[in-house]
Structure formats: C-alpha cells, structure tokens
C-alpha cells in the first residue's frame, strides 16, 4: 500500500513539486524569521555586552512607574563627584543620549526618522569604535556613525549642521565609529560629540542620562552596586551592574523590534495560510482523481484504514520532506532577509 | 442448498429509494451457483443483473433476503468483515479500469495478496502470468498494454488468490471481437483447468456462449434459467423473454 503512495507522488511530479513548493515558502519563511530575530537578538546582546565590557556599574534615572513611559528627570553632575569618592571606585564617566536633527551638506535632515547625539565618553566605557578619523575632543567638532557618514557622503573635515535644543550648530565632521559591531543601531542616524557639546544640544546642562563606573581591582559588580546604592543614598536613582544593565536594553530592543519578528511572521503566516489552502486544494483533486482508484483497492479487500493510511502517509511524506527543505531555505533566507533590511538601512547585527 | 453450491441466494431485493417512488431493483431472487461452472448473467439495462452481482459479491447490501457465499451468510457481516471477504474468498474484473495505473502489470497482479499481507506462491504466479500471455510485459505499466491484455492480467488478478468466486461485470464492454475472445478464453481456461467459478454479467450472447449456464433476468426476477447453449440460440432465448432484452 505504501507503494501505490509512493508510486502515486512519482506518478503526478508536478502536483507533489508544487504542493511540497507551497510547504517549503511558508515554512522558510517562518524559520527564516526566526533564525533572523534569533540571530539579531544574539547579536545585540553580545553588542551590548561587549560595548559595556568596562563597565560593572551603570546609574540611571529611577523610572517613576515601570508602565508610564515619559522619561524621568536626568540625573545631577554632581552625583559623578559623589561617585568617586565612593569605597571601590576606580572610573567615572556620564553620558547624555538625546534627539537632534543631522542635516546633510545640502541642510537636509539625513534621515525621515529620528536622529540621535550620544555623548563621547572616556575609556574604558566607549562604546563607539573609530573607523576613521578620530573621537570629538572640541565643542566645535563631531563624528558621525559610519552608516549616516557613508549615506551622505560625508568626508573628514566637513561641515556638519545638527540642530539641537538651542538652535542649530555647525560642526567639524572628525571621524566615523561603528557601535560595536554594526554601521548603525537599527539605521538611526548617531551624531557622537563631547559631554559638554551633547548636554547643550540636548538641552541637560549639568545633567546626565547616565553614569557608568567602574570597580577598582578586586572589586566583584555586586560589591560595587552595593558601594554606589549607598553612596547615592536618597537620589531618585536606579543602580545596576553592567551585565544587568546589558540584558535590561536587550530587553528593551527587543521589545522594540517585537514589531520586527511580528511583521516578518506575518508574512511567513500569510504564506502558510495561502500554502494551507493550495495543499487543501492539491489533496482533494487528488484524492478526487483517485477516487477510482481508492475504490479498487477497497474492492479488491484493503480496509477504510489501509486506504486512509496511504493517503496520509503521501501526505505526511511530502510534508516532512518539504518541512526539512523549507528550514533549509530558512536558513538560506535569514541572511537574505537581512541584506534587504540593509539595502533599505537598517544594518541589524547578524553576527558573532 | 446442494452440497455444490458455491453462492446461493434467497428471496434476494434490492429497493432503492422510499415510499411510492421506491424501485425495487430485485424483487426475491433466489438461486444457487454451482462450484466451478462458468455462469452468465444476462438481461436489459434495468433488469437488476448488476444488482444482483453487487449483491452476491459484498459490493452492496440487500434490503430484503440473503445471500451465502462459500458456506457464509453475508448479510449478517460488518464492514470489516466484508472486506476481508472480498479479499479472500472473492474475485473482481470490471469493464474498465481495474488496474492500477502506477503500477506495474505483475505488481496490479499480486495487489490483492500484497494488501492481504501475503506473499505470491511462485508457480502458481508463473503459470497465472503463463495464461495471460504476459511474457515479458509484465514490467510494463497498464498504460503500455492493450486493452485486452489489461483485461486478461484483471482476470490473472481476480485468480491470483485463489478465491471462491470470480465475479466479472461485462469484462468484454470495450474489447473488440478478438481481444473479447481472448479474455473469454482466459475466463473458460480458469474454470476447465484451474477449477475456478466464475460468475459473468453481460449484454453479448456470443460471450454468454462462453458460459455452461444462462440466466436472464428481467424487472428484477429471473426469466430463464438453463444451459447456455449457442450465441444463437441466447438470442432467441433473449427474444423469449421479451423485446427489451
């Protein structure tokens, strides 16, 4: 019996190729998107992991409520001098993250989307690499991420305009950095400048978004975490190690490319449905068509289950075959689907 | 019931339909079907001969009477049951169509032992592939042989497991006159040599000839009941029974 299904998917090759081609797309694509988001997701975390390496201790601003998303307020300068006086400390370094407007040379804004300024900070907890050129070191200068610097054409020595808080500013363009591993997080355009130059623009004179330390020799994170709560006792703060801190913006990227995997799988969805009603389709014809033959083999004394056994079995065999080679075009897809996101200029991490 | 009798029937009907629009299909046929004798079933289109055959084989179930069949009551058996009988005790050859096209003609010949689990004995393969004149076809698919040699390996098939009854249903309907002779033939040698039983519905009285015994049938009862005799003499029992026949 197994062999008139066998005999049979050999018989009609067309119809087998096309039912088992409508398994392999949805498939693929649903496996392509998880192996893509996988991958991202992996990657991100070792970004972050490795851009916070020298970091064991990061203070942000305490959330008012975890659910109520306006940003609370920044925190003081003055809790960086606090800091390092504290029991363990070795280095302490804030930071300020804001929206600003980068306009090209022409005064176009480089991107439709938003654009950010990230404050430079001092070794060991930049998370910027220089790929040309060198860091800010003036409030007259400023770098750019490697992605926006190659989309606009910008050269080193060029004249940048970013508009901030207080009106625009003409810059000199001194390097380009990648954020790790990538041109770009998620293709926003990244204006990298000096503490000072960045708390003007975004408006946070003596105030930071963050302040990152790190331990003296001998000094576990959890020690130092404890060291700096104590220190800043009273501050509306929240203080976590820098492997906490990682996993909390891992948590928070995934959430922001939640909508990502969810549209991608929308798809994969979509083809598996429309793959469902072509193999619906594929199986009644061909069981249509066979009826005649069903029927003899019923004439000729197979029961209901070896005739039902057959046909599921055909049906089983091109599913796990077509399953198998769709997770194969999964695979191939993945980084498909990823050089189309950076044609369109989102460079998503996909490796290490 | 005589001790012969391979199938025998009893008062068999077959309404179809309710109410004043029922048609009764056979209205009680009884009879007996002698082991290894070839008997033909004859009789307008409507006069129940298929019917009949349907029934006596476990293709459809009677509304009314019984039917035996190598000693069984069938009535009485579930579908499983029913099966089973099919594929031991009861032979098929249809007009068309009773091979598997994917299939190879040796592979459509052993098919019923093959779904029963069992494997051919190899002489009684050989002298069945013999018989049919296969050869070396019998690697071919039923696509690259004639009709009547797809007929003949149907009636190999139908043998192959040895079964109580061979029921044909005008196995000749789409052969010319000489692969009709040649698939007779085969039916004729089944019953002299290989001592088989064969029961075969038809409309031609030169394949009827081919028979030891004649029924006719008409509105669902029999007609006529003998020996077959000649293709000629069917005929003037066909006109006998009535124009319609």
């Known amino acids: ?352 | 019931m005589t001790a012969a009798a391979i199938v025998s029937t009893t008062d068999l009907q077959r309404r179809y339909g309710e109410g004043p629009a029922a048609v009764d299909a056979l209205a009680g046929v009884s009879l007996e079907i002698a082991r290894g004798r070839f008997t033909a079933i004859m009789g307008a289109s409507g006069s129940g001969k298929s019917t009949l055959m349907h029934l006596m084989a476990g293709l459809d179930r009677p509304t009314g009477g019984a039917v035996t069949l190598d000693g069984m009551d069938i009535g009485g058996l579930d579908d499983r049951r029913l099966t089973e009988l099919r594929r031991d005790k009861v032979g098929f050859v249809f007009q068309a169509f009773n091979l598997l096209p994917v299939l190879t003609a040796e592979e459509n010949l052993v098919l019923p032992l093959t779904i029963a689990g069992r494997k051919p004995d190899r002489d009684w393969l050989e002298s069945l592939v013999d018989a049919v004149g296969l050869g070396d076809r019998r690697r071919h698919r039923p696509s690259e042989l004639s009709g009547g040699q797809q007929q003949r390996v149907a009636i190999a098939r139908a043998l192959v497991s040895r079964p109580a009854v061979v029921f044909a249903d005008e196995p000749t309907g789409n052969l010319d006159s000489v692969a009709s002779a040649e698939v007779l033939d085969l039916l004729r040698t089944a019953v002299d040599e290989f001592d088989q039983t064969v029961v075969m519905v038809t409309h031609d009285a030169t394949a009827a000839a081919y028979a030891d015994r004649l029924l006719v049938l008409a509105d669902g009862r029999i007609a006529h009941d003998g020996p077959a005799g000649t293709a000629e003499e069917i005929l003037d029992v066909m006109k006998a029974v009535g124009p319609a026949a």
């Open chain 1, 1 to 352: 019996m197994r062999k008139v299904a066998l005999r049979g998917l050999r018989a009609r090759p067309v119809r087998t190729a096309l039912t088992a081609f409508a398994v392999v797309l949805g498939v693929a694509m649903i496996a392509g998107t998880y192996v893509l988001t996988d991958t991202i997701n992996k990657s991100f975390t070792n970004i972050l992991a490795q851009a916070n390496a020298g970091t064991d201790v990061v203070v942000v601003p305490r959330k008012v409520d975890d659910d109520f998303s306006s940003d609370p307020p920044p925190l003081d300068e003055e809790l960086v001098e606090r800091l390092r006086a504290a029991p363990g400390v070795r280095n302490v370094a804030g930071a300020v993250f804001g929206q600003v407007s980068i306009r090209d040379r022409a005064g176009k804004s480089v991107s439709s989307g938003a654009n950010f300024v990230s404050s430079l900070q001092p070794a060991p907890f930049e998370q910027f690499r220089f790929i040309s050129g060198r860091p800010p070191r003036a409030l007259s200068e400023v770098a750019l991420d490697s992605a926006t610097f190659a989309e606009s054409d910008f050269k080193l020595g060029d004249r940048v305009t970013i508009v901030g808080a207080r009106g625009a500013r003409r810059l000199r363009l001194v390097g380009s950095a990648r954020f790790g591993e990538v041109a770009s997080v998620g293709g926003y355009p990244v204006a990298i400048a000096t503490l000072a130059l960045s708390q003007e623009l975004v408006n946070r004179e003596r105030k930071l978004d963050s302040i990152s330390v790190a331990g003296a020799a001998g000094v576990t994170p959890a020690q130092l975490r404890q060291n700096v709560r104590t220190a800043l006792a009273g501050a509306p703060v929240t203080v976590r190690t820098g492997a906490e801190d990682a996993a909390q913006q891992v948590s928070d990227l995934e959430q922001d490319f939640g909508f990502f995997r969810t549209a991608l799988l929308v798809f994969g969805g979509i083809a598996l449905f429309v793959g469902a009603f072509v193999i619906y389709n594929t199986f009644t014809i061909t069981v249509a068509q066979r009826t005649r033959e069903l029927a003899l083999l019923r004439t000729l004394g197979a029961t209901r289950r070896q005739v039902l056994r057959s046909v599921v079995f055909e049906a089983a065999l091109v599913g796990l075959v077509a399953s198998l080679l769709g997770l194969l075009g999964g695979l191939a897809l993945a980084p498909a689907l990823r050089g189309l996101f950076q044609i369109i200029g989102a460079d998503l991490p996909a490796t290490r």
